[in-house]
C-alpha cells in the first residue's frame, strides 16, 4: 500500500493538477486512516479547483476523523441540504459533538425522511428517545403501516446547554417567562398562597429568526430541565391520521421527564388548514391537544408548555382560552442593544480581532437573530476561502462582517408587511396591539 502511495505521490509531482489523480490519492489516504495528509491533498485539490464536491466532502470526512468537528461543519452546511447521507451522517455526528443538539435534530430528521427506517447506534443513543410506553405493544398492531421504523412515536428528549445569558436583548420576554412558568415550578406554594393558579402556557409569536424557538430552549437550559421539541411534521403525523396516540405519548414522555419545558414550534400548523377536506381529522388532534393541556387525564405539574408560531393568526381561538395558551407575547427583532448582545455572544469563540459590535449592530437594522447569524457565516466563508488559499488562519475583522451585511438583506420586512395587515383589520380584544406598537402606529 505504502508503494501505491508513493507511486500516486510521485506522479502528481509530474503532473500537479491532475485533480482526479489527486482526490484518488486522498482517498487512498483516508483508507489507510492517515486524515492529516488526506485533508492536505483534499486542500490542495480545492486551491486548484474550487468548488470541488467531492473534494470538500473528503476534506470534511478527513476533519471529522481528526476531531476537527467545527471545521467539518461550515463545510457541511456549505453544501447542505444537498449531501448524500453518508455526508449527513457525519454532519449529523459532528453537531452532536459540538453539542449543535437541535440543529443535529434537524439533519438528522432529514435523514430518516430520506431513507424511512435508517438507524445509527451512537446518533440514536444521543438523539432518539424511545416511547417506551407499557401499552404500546397493542398498539403495534394498529400502526403496522408505519414502515419507518415508528418513528412517528419516537420523540427528541434533550437537555439543552444554552440558557438566558445566551439570549440576547428579550429582557421582556424573559420576565413574563420566569413569572408565568418558572418562578411557578420553583415556588408552588408560595403561588398556591396567593391564589395563582399554576398552568397554561405561553405562546411566542413574531417574526421567523427572532428567537422564538432559541427561547423556548433556553427556558429549559435555564432550570436544568428536559426539552422536548415537537415540530411541524410530528403535528402533521397525528393530523394524516398515523397516531392519534402520539399525541398523549408525548405529554405523558414529558410529564415522566419532569421538569420538562414542552415545546410546540409553529404550531400554526395545526389551525393553518381550516379550510381543508381533512378538517375534521385536524379538529380531532386539536381537540386531543386541547384536552392534554387541561390535563383532563393526568397532572401537568412540572411541565412547562411553550409554543410558537410566525402565524398567530392562523392557530386556533381555542388555543388561547384560560389555562391554555393564555400568554400570548410578541417576539419582536432585536434593536440595536440587542444585536450588539447577540453579535456578541456569537463572535465568542469565533477567530476575531478588534471588533466593533456597536458598529455593526448600527449597520444592521431590521436584522433578526438569524439574519446576524447569516452575516457572520458569510464572513466567514469569505475568510476560510482567504485561509485555504493562504494557508494561514485569518482572524475576522469588523470589515469582513460589514461587507457580509451588504450581502445580506433582513428577513424580518416581509413578516411585517402582513402582520401589519392583521394588526389593522383582524386585531380583536387587541391581540396584535404589540405589532402596531412596534410599528408605531395609532389606533
Ligand atoms: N435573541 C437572540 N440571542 C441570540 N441568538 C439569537 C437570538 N435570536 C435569534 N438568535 C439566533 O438565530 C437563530 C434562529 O432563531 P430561532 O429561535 O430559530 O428563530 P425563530 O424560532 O423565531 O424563527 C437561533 O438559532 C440563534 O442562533
Ligand atoms: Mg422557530
Given at each position: ?6 507511486s500516486?505521490?510521485e ?7 491532475n485533480?482526479p ?6 482517498e487512498?489516504l ?7 495528509e ?11 479547483s474550487y468548488?470541488?464536491?467531492k ?30 447521507t ?10 452532536i459533538?459540538?453539542?449543535?443538539l ?8 432529514k435523514v430518516?425522511?430520506l ?21 404500546s405493544?397493542?398498539q403495534?398492531?394498529l ?7 415508528n418513528?412517528g412515536s419516537?420523540?427528541?428528549l434533550e437537555?439543552?446547554t444554552i ?22 415550578l ?7 398562597a ?5 398552568g ?17 430552549k433556553?427556558?429549559?437550559g435555564e ?8 415540530g ?5 403525523d ?22 420538562c ?5 409553529e404550531?400554526?400548523a395545526m389551525?393553518a388548514s ?9 379538529r380531532h388532534?386539536i ?9 383532563v387525564?393526568?397532572?401537568n405539574?412540572?411541565v412547562?408548555?411553550?409554543a410558537a408560531t410566525?402565524?398567530?393568526?392562523s ?9 391554555r395558551?393564555d ?16 453579535i ?5 469563540d ?8 456597536r458598529?455593526l ?32 488562519l485569518?482572524?475576522?475583522g469588523t ?17 411585517f ?10 386585531n ?5 396591539d404589540?405589532?402596531l406598537?412596534?410599528?408605531k402606529?395609532?389606533?
Open positions: 500500500m505504502n508503494d501505491h502511495i508513493k500516486l505521490q506522479a502528481l509531482q509530474v503532473s500537479p493538477d485533480v489523480l489527486r482526490i484518488h490519492l486522498a487512498v483516508m483508507r489507510e486512516k492517515r486524515y492529516a488526506s485533508a492536505e491533498q483534499y486542500s490542495e485539490v480545492l486551491h486548484r468548488g470541488n464536491t473534494a470538500q466532502l473528503g476534506l470534511a470526512e478527513a476533519y471529522f476523523y481528526q476531531h476537527k468537528y467545527s471545521a467539518a461543519i461550515i463545510i457541511y452546511e456549505e453544501l447542505y441540504p444537498n449531501l448524500p453518508d455526508a449527513m451522517v457525519f454532519f449529523v455526528k459532528s453537531l459533538r459540538e453539542n449543535s437541535q440543529q443535529a435534530v434537524e439533519v438528522y430528521q430518516i425522511a431513507n424511512p427506517g435508517f438507524a445509527d447506534e451512537e446518533i440514536d443513543g444521543k438523539l432518539r428517545v424511545g416511547n417506551a410506553d407499557a401499552q405493544s397493542d403495534d398492531e400502526n403496522d403501516n408505519d414502515e419507518a421504523g418513528h419516537d420523540f427528541f437537555k439543552p440558557d438566558f445569558s445566551h439570549v440576547g436583548g428579550m429582557k421582556r420576554i424573559k420576565d413574563e417567562i420566569s413569572m408565568k412558568i418558572i418562578q411557578p420553583k415556588n408552588p406554594e408560595l403561588y398556591k396567593f391564589g395563582k393558579k399554576v397554561g402556557g405561553i405562546l411566542l409569536y413574531g417574526p421567523p429568526g427572532c428567537g422564538k424557538t432559541y427561547i423556548a433556553a427556558t429549559a432550570i436544568h430541565a428536559k426539552f422536548i421539541s415537537i411541524l411534521h410530528d403535528i402533521l397525528m393530523w394524516i391520521g398515523n397516531s392519534e396516540k402520539n399525541l398523549h405519548a408525548i405529554f405523558e414522555l414529558a410529564r415522566k421527564n419532569a421538569p419545558v414542552l415545546f410546540f414550534d404550531v400554526d389551525g381550516r379550510a381543508d377536506l381533512r378538517q375534521s381529522a385536524m388532534v381537540n386531543q391537544f386541547l384536552a392534554e393541556m387541561d390535563g387525564q393526568s397532572n405539574e412540572g412547562l408548555i411553550l410566525n402565524a398567530p393568526w392557530v386556533d381561538a381555542a388555543f388561547r382560552r384560560p389555562g395558551f400568554r400570548v407575547i410578541f417576539v419582536e427583532p432585536p434593536d440595536e442593544q440587542a444585536r450588539e448582545e447577540i456578541t455572544a456569537m463572535l465568542k469565533k477567530p476575531v480581532q478588534n471588533i466593533d459590535v458598529k449592530a448600527k449597520e444592521t437594522p431590521d436584522y433578526s437573530g438569524a439574519d446576524v447569524k447569516a452575516m457572520i457565516d458569510i464572513a466567514i466563508e469569505d475568510k476560510l476561502r482567504d485561509s485555504m488559499a493562504s494557508g494561514s485569518q482572524p475576522l470589515k469582513d462582517l460589514l461587507k457580509a451585511a451588504k450581502q445580506h438583506r433582513p428577513t424580518t420586512l416581509e413578516w408587511a402582513s402582520a401589519r395587515n392583521y394588526a389593522l383589520y383582524a380583536e380584544s387587541g391581540l396584535y404589540d405589532i406598537k412596534f410599528l402606529i395609532k389606533k
